[in-house]
């Protein structure tokens, strides 16, 4: 089946670095996405990785890819506050069209 | 342009009545697609749209759930003789076809059917 799985929460004090994991599920994924969600709020991508690619760097993120386990992590330097949100992973299976599979997400609380 | 955009946010119905979304998505955006959230899960796929065309509709998708996109423009998301398995947040997004390079999420209409 298609299951791209998160851990579900995830403390960090103000001023650390977050890592979020991912684990996806099809290989063929050409690109693989984070996006953020705020309370009550959409979506917002906050970047992706093309599959031949092994790291992203973006501002205080960094996206490191494995493709070999089909591990996918964002790093966020320098928690902020305003970093609390849930952080979804996401990929678009090439076998199918362009639909995500979402994962459950990762629930991330900064704390001061 | 301010984005997608989507009416109402909040919609409160009884078990059995029917009720219409609207989604506004980003003016040369030709591909429109619908998700739905549930509490603590992530957005699960119901259908999409290139311009008018609807070309795919997931299971998810049962015969009360219709979507239109006429002229490509704006989309509605109807859902008939609502249940209370239907109460989820409703997500529209658009992109451009070519684009691999992510949507654009509206910020979603939460139902909740009592």
């Known amino acids: 089946g298609e299951d791209v799985e998160q851990s579900l929460f995830l403390s960090v004090r103000e001023g650390d670095s977050s890592v979020i994991n991912c684990t996806y599920t099809d290989s063929s994924s050409t690109y693989l996405y984070w996006y953020k969600q705020e309370p009550g709020a959409g979506l917002q991508l906050l970047t992706y990785i093309f599959s031949n690619m092994d790291m992203k760097q973006d501002q205080r993120l960094t996206v490191l890819l494995n493709k070999k386990d089909k591990h996918l992590s964002l790093r966020i330097a320098d928690t902020q506050t305003g970093d609390s949100a849930i952080y979804f992973c996401?990929?678009?299976?090439?076998?199918?069209?362009?639909?995500?599979?979402f994962g459950t997400g990762t629930r991330l609380k900064v704390l001061a | 342009d301010t984005g997608v955009s989507q009416n109402p946010r909040h919609k409160i119905t009884k078990r059995g009545q029917n009720v219409t979304f609207r989604c506004d998505p980003i003016s040369e955006h030709n591909r429109l697609y619908w998700y739905r959230q549930t509490l603590g899960q992530g957005p699960e796929f119901l259908t999409y749209f290139q311009n008018e065309a609807q070309l795919e509709k997931s299971r998810l998708l049962s015969d009360r759930f219709s979507a239109e996109r006429p002229k490509g423009s704006f989309s509605t998301l109807e859902i008939q003789r609502t249940e209370q398995g239907d109460s989820a947040m409703y997500l529209c997004?658009?992109?451009?076809?070519?684009?691999?390079?992510?949507?654009?999420f509206g910020s979603g209409t939460r139902l909740t059917v009592v």
């Open positions: 997004a658009s992109s451009l076809r070519t684009s691999n390079y992510g949507y654009t």
């Open positions: 996401a990929e678009i299976p090439t076998s199918g069209t362009y639909k995500y599979i």
